[in-house]
């Protein structure tokens, strides 16, 4: 028995029970989320710095034009006039989404990993955008994560795909689920799959810097489970960090799981966004060089490597051209970090930041390296080379070896010659 036995079911349609979860600032990128719709299974997009994104890729001018028009802001801590143009978020978002789905190939889908949290300085308007041009340009899902907002639904419910495109919310509680709940059956609109995201995932996590090592996946799944049962609500339930072999998510399925969602290994794979270097560190890195912590200026704990560039970050706030963590009124606690570490430094020494860091540039520039917990396993998932470095296996052995692999074992990409 293995992951293949199962089928996760959406609206009608039957998908490999793996989905590879979204990972900010293009890590998962359209290459690695086609990689999984090609294989029947579902990959996410995220559009976490959609416009700088677009920038890179396709070589348009969002974030320089946002620069230009505020850059009389540059040099002040007050940023409540940077605002995004709402028309310009759009043609980003659609661009960058059309050109995903237009390159999809299999019996798949994909989904976009859409992070509240990112308020942009006018929270609301601009999350109702990027939801709106999401469907408009096709999307087959939208997974609502970090920061989840009650009134998404609502914000969304006039659009025509409101009911048939698949929406699903990343949870880490039976709390947080029940509240969302409640505003949904009010509308008639229930999530389409709920994520159960359990301590050990990458990115923002649902819990406190201190005790997530108090939590465990499994058991909020399973209260998930119970909750649902004893409501009579049948909604796909997908269990998230932590699981590395194919054997974990068979377990999972085993429980009474539609699907899993996994990230980490696929963060290494030739696919996703991080640099080739970075990828080496993560492979490289140990178990203590994991932390989770509270440098990230959404509020949340975030996992990462203490390597991360980001961690050492003094640099000048970054808003105008990119902005996208600006609460309304246009805060940002790293604002506040930085100007007050300008005042306290003492003539001579150099500038330190400490506590946040510019989450922008940091995830911008690929130098805050989130991670999963499990990332110091990675050596386990390919081939150390002959030159020294380890071989970058390709996101469909990553998928093949969840879907087949049996017993724990790891099928290792087959060895490249250098
Ligand atoms: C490098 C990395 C970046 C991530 N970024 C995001 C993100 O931007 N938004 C989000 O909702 N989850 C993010 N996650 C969480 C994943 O989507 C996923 O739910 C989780 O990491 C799965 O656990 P695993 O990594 O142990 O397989 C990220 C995970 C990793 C490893």
């Known amino acids: 028995m293995n992951v293949d036995n199962f089928r996760l079911q959406l609206g009608g349609k039957e998908y490999v029970p793996i989905i590879i ?6 890590i998962s990128t359209t290459e690695l989320a086609l990689a ?13 710095l959609v416009t700088y994104v677009c920038d890179r890729i396709f070589n348009t001018t969002f974030v320089s034009q946002k ?9 002040t801590p007050d940023k409540s ?30 989904f ?8 942009m300085n006018s929270g609301i308007e601009t999350l109702k955008i990027r939801l709106c041009a999401a469907m408009d340009a096709g999307i087959d899902g939208l997974t609502l994560a970090a920061g989840l907002n009650l009134r998404t639904l609502d914000l969304i419910q006039d659009h025509p795909r409101f009911r048939d495109v698949k929406i699903g919310i990343i949870i880490s509680s039976v709390r947080a ?4 709940l409640k505003r949904a059956i009010r509308l008639n609109r229930l999530p389409d799959y709920i994520i159960v995201e359990g301590p050990l995932a990458g990115g923002h996590l649902g819990f406190g810097p201190d005790d997530w090592r108090t939590f ?79 440098a990230s200026t959404t509020g949340y704990p975030m996992r990462m490597l203490t390597s991360s560039p980001t961690l050492r970050y003094a640099i000048k706030p970054n808003c105008e051209g990119l902005g996208y963590l600006l609460e309304n009124g246009g805060k940002c606690t790293y604002i506040d970090a930085y100007y007050a570490a300008l005042s306290e430094r003492k ?11 510019c989450l922008c540039t940091g995830m911008a520039n690929y130098d805050c390296w989130t991670c999963g917990h499990t990332t110091f396993r990675l050596k386990e998932t390919t081939n150390l080379l002959a030159n020294g470095k380890w071989q970058l296996p390709k996101a469909e052995d990553i998928f093949r070896d969840y879907q087949f692999s049996v017993d724990h074992s790891i099928r290792l990409p087959e060895p490249e010659v250098t």
């Open 21 to 26: 979860g979204g990972m900010g600032v293009n």
């Open 36 to 48: 999984a719709e090609k294989l029947g299974g579902i990959g996410h997009i995220s559009d976490a």
């Open 67 to 75: 620069r230009k028009k505020y850059t009389q802001y540059s040099s």
């Open 81 to 110: 006039a940077v605002l995004f143009d709402l028309e310009e978020l759009a043609k980003a978002q659609k661009k960058y989404i059309e050109y995903t789905i237009s390159q999809k190939t299999g019996n798949g889908a994909i």
């Open 112 to 119: 976009l990993n859409c992070m509240e949290k990112l308020t």
């Open 177 to 180: 689920l029940s509240i969302f």
């Open 216 to 294: 465990d996946l499994k058991t909020i799944f399973t209260e998930v489970l119970a909750f649902l049962k004893k409501e009579s609500l049948n909604i796909p339930v997908i269990p998230a960090g932590g699981i590395f072999t194919g054997t974990d998510a068979l377990d999972y399925l085993n429980m009474g799981a539609s699907g899993v969602q996994v990230a980490t290994r696929f963060a290494i794979s030739k696919e996703a966004g991080l640099p080739a270097d970075v990828k080496q560190h993560y492979i490289n890195a140990k178990e203590e060089d994991i932390v989770v912590n509270m």
């Open 347 to 357: 003539p001579g020494q150099p500038l330190a930041v400490k506590e946040k860091t």
